[in-house]
């Protein structure tokens, strides 16, 4: 009931909104077309306010996991009307806050202490407000200035509604939907709901922010503020405050003189070194959470928060997505092609010639282009068809980072839209590639392997004997498998035996009926008929072969 009240919610809010107005009816088939058009919102008159800000609010309305859909729509101004992109980008950090009261409280409750007791200074007033929680500007008594994070009120139980909702939804897509299944939306989804459940937990995020800050310690690309411990838990995160420039704002870079080609360049790096180097990657890179040091504006730094949402990759999708794409810069479409089907992503069957061209045609137009004239998610669409065609199902431990590439682009486009994304990532892959079976390398994946190895020898011989003995168990087992079989067969041809036996009794004494004098008025050629009674069952009772 809870999701069918959830629905409702939904519906009665795109009506009020009128967002049915977005749709392009004259695209939909016949029946929606028609549901559309009789739809109750078709008794709501528009807002009178412009159509960015209808779709804004509806999706503050309908809360975080919507508010996290139009973010992510934000930096996809390739595909959005500039009205509208700019209207959702304002759901980076400026979704409506919640009571001033209510964060005090939530912070005093969760450690335990007053505010002042806990601070020399807290800002009451949010600096900034987003989908999941509010920020506010603190001192602590040591004199460190810091930002307290303050999860919002009972959101739990409606992100939990919207994902009751969501997999329903993706059940009737797998069931109902052509290629549905192939899509995989229900495992999509479950991947989905844990990350955003894990945002919801501060101390999460704080465990991935001193990890991230650890595997960039000193490096001038990206840097991670320093999380305080003794002010941070379930509820709420404390950690040092930052000071950049918002990555959006292109005209304060340039007038700080900010290269932005380097600037450019580096999140392409930061990017790769987090996928391949740690597989430990900031999976929510949208354009709020990404501030710049322009101190030195002809090396410039990334500064990086809100590290609720990581992703991370087994050695085995590193090694294949590494190799996919370092194929697919290299225009070797046979070795991607074959990667394909090593991997599993498509059925054993597929013919590799046939993929490699479908490949060739993907991806041929987007080369040697730079990164304004190339459209990522028209290319994905382009591999979703191909997808389509070759019962390729989609990978959910990859969606996180087909979602971070997809920021990657946005932030491209906005910082220079002249990057040329090849050749900035191919010289990457190629030396990540040589590093990972270098001498060294291998000897250093052998060191780390080797004490569970040393540990587990000694119990090697119990090991070996354990599976010898489940051999035989299976071998005996077989083998009385095969026995009962032989006896089920046997019992088959007992009763054929018989079944046959008493057919040839039947014929034989229907024969002898037959040949007794007097019995010509029964049947006309007696001497024929008996005789034929008589070889019939002659044959039944012939013993067969085998």
Known sequence: MSRLVRLVTILRTVGRYRLDEFVDRERLPAL?????ALGPWRLHQAPDMPRGERLRRALEELG?????FGQMLSTRRDLLPEDIADELARLQDDVPAFPQEQSVAIVEQSLGKRVDELFARFEATPMASASVAQVHEAT?????????KVVRPDIEPVIRQDIALMFTLAKLVARYVPQGRRLRPVEVVADYELVILDELDLAREAANTSQLRRNFEGSKLVYVPQVY????????LT???IHGIPVTDIDALRARGTDLKVLGERGVEIFFTQVFRDSFFHADMHPGNIFVDATDPADPTYIAVDCAIVGSLSDEDLYYVGRNLLGVFRRDYREVAQLHVECGWVPPDTRVQDFESAMRAVCEPVFERPISEISFGQLLVYLFQTAARFDMEIQPSLVLLQKTLLNIEGLGRQLYPELNLWDTAQPYLEDWLQQRYSPQSVFRRLQRHAPSWLEQLPNLPDVVLENLQQVREHGSLAERKAIALREREAQAARRARQKRHILAGLAC?????LAVPGASGFLGQVPAASWLLGAIGVTLLWPRGG
Do not use: Q
Not at 64 to 68: A, D, G, M, N
Not at 140 to 148: A, I, N, Q, T
């Open 32 to 36: 929606p077309r028609a549901a559309l």
């Open 239 to 241: 950690m040092e405050k």
């Open 509 to 513: 004494v229907a024969g002898a009926v």
């Open 229 to 236: 411990w003794d002010y941070t838990c379930h509820e709420v």
């Open 140 to 148: 602590l008594h040591s004199g460190e200035e810091v930002v307290v």
């Open 64 to 68: 975080p996991v919507f508010i996290k």
